[in-house]
Nanobody, 122 residues
Framework: QVQLVESGGGLVQAGGSLRLSCAASGRTFSSNAMGWFRQPPGKEREFVSAINRSGSRIRYADSVKGRFSISRDNAKNTVYLQMNSLKPEDTAVYYC???????????????WGQGTQVTVSS
């Protein structure tokens, strides 16, 4: 089992930055690909970014490319999402996810966090 706890969400003005963290527990963290997803108000959950075990492979949604950056620290069992140049349309609940394979393509994940709210005001 893997437990995921997100933090770092909040209210920020457009153009600002936030850094989300996802702390994982469980022995398999370092062997998992990790991802971030978000669910805007009234919309379905969507993919944001994913990173493989070593950090050598990263994928971003087109909507966040050049603004968001994913990273991980396996020694701390933590994955991060640095969000810069935030826009009102980035407002959403952000979820961390982990999977049992080291594969960043696709949107099927095995474990999910509870989510953290990010609100970007205009």
């Amino acid at each position: 089992q893997v437990q995921l706890v997100e933090s770092g969400g909040g209210l920020v003005q457009a153009g600002g930055s936030l850094r989300l963290s996802c702390a994982a527990s469980g022995r398999t963290f370092s062997s998992n690909a990790m991802g971030w997803f978000r669910q805007p108000p009234g919309k379905e959950r969507e993919f944001v970014s994913a990173i493989n075990r070593s950090g050598s492979r990263i994928r971003y949604a087109d909507s966040v490319k050049g603004r968001f950056s994913i990273s991980r620290d396996n020694a701390k069992n933590t994955v991060y999402l640095q969000m810069n140049s935030l826009k009102p349309e980035d407002t959403a609940v952000y979820y961390c996810a982990a999977r049992l394979v080291d594969y960043i393509d696709g949107d099927l994940y095995n474990y999910w966090g509870q989510g953290t709210q990010v609100t970007v005001s205009s």
